[in-house]
Each structure stands twice: as C-alpha cells, then as structure tokens.
C-alpha cells in the first residue's frame, strides 16, 4: 500500500466525536460512513464493558483511513487483508486504523464485512487504552470476540461465531491445544496475509469460552481481565482466575467449537444520541500524498527509499504545500533506517516550517526530537549523575512543544526530557496526562520510571519500570537493553534505601 498512487482521487477528512475518518470517497459516501463508524465506535465502547471492568477515561478520537477499493491493500499485504492497526510513521506516533471496502461485495455482505473488520480494529484500540500486556490469543481473542457485534432495534447481539471462520467449524486437528495457544507469538497466531485464520478461530474459541461459556467462567474471566487491568502479570492473571479449573478448561475447550449451541449475549440495548459530523474537508493533493509517506513510515517491512519515494510523489503533486518542509524533515530521520543519528538537515527544515505554522504540535515533536538525538549521547541512559551536555538549550523547543502538545506520544516526550534534564517536578505532569489517556503504553511507563528516580522514589520507579518491561516486551520481540538497565539501577537504589543506606 505504501507504493500506492492516490492520483486524481479526491480525499477528504470526516470528523466525529470518536473518529476521525480519511477517505477518497465521494462526499455523501463520506458522511455516511462516518456516521455509521461513530454508532459503531460508541456503542462498543458501551458494550466493551460486558467482559472489561473498564476505567473510566478521556475519549479521545481514532484515526481511521478507509479507502474506496481494497486492491491497494491486498497488493500490500495479501489477499485476505481487509484491514489492521497500526502506527502512524510520523513523528509523535500515534494509533491509526486501516480499512477498504470490499469492492466485489454489494449491498449487506459488505457492510456486514467492513463492520466486521472495522469493530476487530477498535477493539485493539481499546484493549490498549484500558489493559496491560495482554497475550497475543486474548488480544486477538478479545478483538474476534467483538466483531461480530450487531445492533437491532433495541438489542445489541455479541458473541457470535465469525462467519469468516466456517471452515474451522468441523475441524479439530487443524486446530492449536489449548496450552500451545496460550504460548504462541503474534507472528505464530496471526500470519497476517497468508490465509491461514486457525490461530485467530482458536484464539475466539478460546476467549469465547471463557466469556460466555457459564456463569462460573464468566465471572472469573472479568476477574482476570481486572487482573489485566490492574497491571498483573499475565501468567499470574489467568493462574488465579482458572488455575484451578485449567485441567478441566482445556477439555472443554478441544471440543468447545463442536457444541451444536453456543450462549449469545442478546442485551437490551438502546443507542444513546450519536453527534453527527463535525467538520469536513478536503485534502489537498499533498495531504493526499503524505498519507502514503505515513503508512510507508509505518511498514516494518517498507525497503530503503520507499517513503522517499512517497514524497517524491507529494512533491511533484503540490510543489506549494507548506508542510512539504516538514515531511522532508521526516524523511531524513526514518528513510536513513541504517544511520544512527537524523540528519543534520532536518532540523533546518523543521525550524523554516514552524517559521510559518507555529502552531502545528507534530513539527514542534519532531524538533525536539532530531535535537534529543543530537545531545544526548547512545550510551546515555537517564540514571546518570549530570543531565547530558547540551539537553538545557533545547528547553526552548520543548516549551514550544508543551504550548501546542496533547497526544500522549508529544506528552510523554516533554517528560522524558524532563526526566533526563533531572527535573522530575517539571516532567511528573506530563507522564502522568499521557498515562491518563494511553495507560497501556510501556514508553511512557518507562519515563515515569526515571522520573520517579530522580524524585528520589526508588520503589515506585521499580514498580513502574516493570510494568513498563512488561508492556514492551508485549509489543516487540526483545526489550531495550537500556531500558533492563535502568531497571536494575531501580532496583538497586531501592535495595539501598530499604537497608538504610544512602
């Protein structure tokens, strides 16, 4: 998708309370489809409660950029992608989902589908929002769980077995034991593009069960998910919420999906006023472009020079667009994947484009991050007795930053500076707003984490720096080695202080 050309397509931007939706289709489509994707979002976020003891939170719009036809992302990603959630490539990173409509599909089937695929996305969001270092089977398990939500006058159906998964229906070897699925990795469950659903089936099999099998399960499964919620290790959540059923709970999931009736939740549900659209544009021809830098940014796999590629195309699309500066800027810290520092230009680019939009929070994130990566040294790593030399002459940006920021990616890069520069004072705010909307994210954790050290809180720095391996090693396959090391200094100034000593 990253090598996409939207050329003559029109694009625009839908805003609702919950969505903010990005698409090249035609206006009424637009509005249409905001609409329905704001219902959705709400009435989950309503219903998400059935199994999630949720904490209350700011709610806080989901990016979503749902194009016309779904060639481009099968292109990408394979055949049977219809859409997933990712990470905006731009600086200040932040959640964003990916949807198409199913072209082949008229009619019901395909709003059927993209309901499907849109509800499976959001829920990742919220199980991101509200819990912490869910395993890779109750993430997916949880999505399945919920796409298949469907609202009827009056009633909210959830629970019902994804029909994209007949095939599996009468299957029982093609399926992973109940153990092995708990085990399995991201890149085990979901092989993303290859046709290959039985890690998804097993995982809504198995969330399923324990959901709505009876009562009994029920109970200690919302117990486990407040576990979850709570910050508990994983192995200890489902130990003391089914330890003593698990013998038990893996006979009765082997042959769980054989049952000729499984329970459904049909609840009394009457949707509460959905805000209709709030604002609408449409995009410039370089906004258009940069979309696809974005999603370039984002690939893991995207090769050398594919989003300068993408830029190459904005350029030649809207030579006069301002934000061209900063999307240069951009290019030159991440398309470089092999160089250890941004470039020196990038800076200069940044500082020209706020020259001119002063108010643009992601330029400003971006300044101040090429200028951390500059002054602060790679074998830095925060617990050091002297801030890095040259950290103070950058506060000038950071409080640029701090007059426009508010995600929590632009939060909790003011408080890592701050952290760094041995101002805990200054930077517990922050990490404290950016946890307050994004509580599952381990790199805000982590800046909690030093900011407490310099606090001279050596036990609450442990305690958070753990959750913060933890929430990391959810979301990647190996945790910095910075980041372990600064757990052990924790550890260690802890230690200290509980034997007496300074």
């Known amino acids: 998708m990253a090598h996409a050309d939207p050329g003559g397509h029109a694009w625009r931007e839908v805003r609702t309370d919950r969505i903010l939706l990005v ?5 009424d489509d637009a509005r249409e489809r905001a609409r329905e994707f704001e219902a959705l979002a709400s009435a989950l ?46 600086f200040g990173s932040e959640r964003l989902v990916v949807t198409c409509e199913w072209g082949e599909l008229v009619g019901e089937a395909n709003r059927s589908l993209r ?18 270092n869910l395993p890779p089977w109750l993430e997916e398990g949880l999505a399945s769980y ?4 469907q609202l009827k006058e009056g009633v909210a159906i959830v629970g019902q ?19 092995r699925l708990m085990a399995m990795k991201y890149e085990e469950l979901s092989r993303r593009g290859e046709g290959d659903r039985a890690g998804y089936f097993a995982a809504w099999k198995l969330t399923h069960l324990l959901a709505n099998g009876s009562q009994d399960h029920h109970r200690r499964f919302r117990r486990m998910l407040a576990a979850f919620a709570a910050g508990r290790d994983k192995e200890a959540a489902f130990r003391e919420s089914f330890g003593d059923i ?44 940069a979309l696809f830098i974005e999603l370039a940014g984002s690939e893991r796999r995207a090769g050398p020079g ?21 999307w240069r800027a951009l290019v030159q810290t991440r398309d470089q994947t092999r160089e250890k520092k941004p470039r020196p230009q990038a800076e200069a680019l940044l500082r020209q484009y706020l020259a001119r939009e002063p108010n643009d929070a992601q330029a400003w994130m971006g300044l101040v991050d090429v200028q951390m990566a500059r002054v602060v040294p790679d074998w830095y790593i925060g617990v ?16 640029g930053l701090v007059r426009v920021g508010s995600t929590p990616s632009q939060l909790n890069t003011i408080g890592w500076y701050y952290a760094l520069l041995h101002r805990p004072q200054t930077g517990l705010n922050f990490a404290m707003r950016a946890l307050e909307i994004e509580p599952g994210d381990g790199d805000i954790w982590d800046t909690l984490a030093l900011l407490y050290f310099h606090a001279g809180r050596p036990a609450e720095a442990v305690a958070a720096q753990r959750r913060a391996v933890a929430l990391m090693a959810r979301d990647s396959v190996s945790v910095q080695p910075k980041v372990r090391a600064r757990l052990l200094r924790y550890e260690q100034a802890a230690a200290a202080a509980h034997a007496g000593h300074p």
């Open 306 to 326: 594919t989003m300068k590629a993408a830029l190459e195309r904005a350029e030649r699309a809207d030579a006069s667009w301002p934000r061209l500066l900063y």
């Open 246 to 289: 698990a013998d038990r709970l893996a006979d009765e999931y082997r042959s769980y999906h054989l049952n000729r009736q499984l329970n459904i939740w049909r609840l009394g549900y009457r949707r509460a006023a959905v805000g209709g659209v709030r604002s609408e544009r449409v995009l410039r021809p370089g906004e258009a472009q």
């Open 384 to 399: 050091e007795s002297l801030p890095p030399s040259g950290l103070q002459a950058i506060e000038k940006d950071v409080i």
């Open 161 to 179: 077995p994804p029909p994209m998964d007949v095939r599996y229906w009468k299957e029982v070897s093609a399926l992973p034991s109940m153990s």
């Open 115 to 132: 309901t499907e695929v849109l509800v499976h996305e959001l829920t990742h969001d919220l199980n991101a929002r509200y819990l912490f």
């Open 45 to 90: 976020a309503d219903l998400y409660t059935l199994v999630v003891p949720r904490r209350p939170g700011p709610v806080r719009p989901i990016r979503i950029i749902d194009m016309a036809g779904c060639s481009d992302m099968r292109a990408r990603y394979g055949e049977n992608v219809g859409g997933f959630m990712t990470g905006s490539g731009d």
């Open 23 to 27: 698409t090249d289709m035609d206006g």
């Open 146 to 149: 919920y796409e298949t939500l």
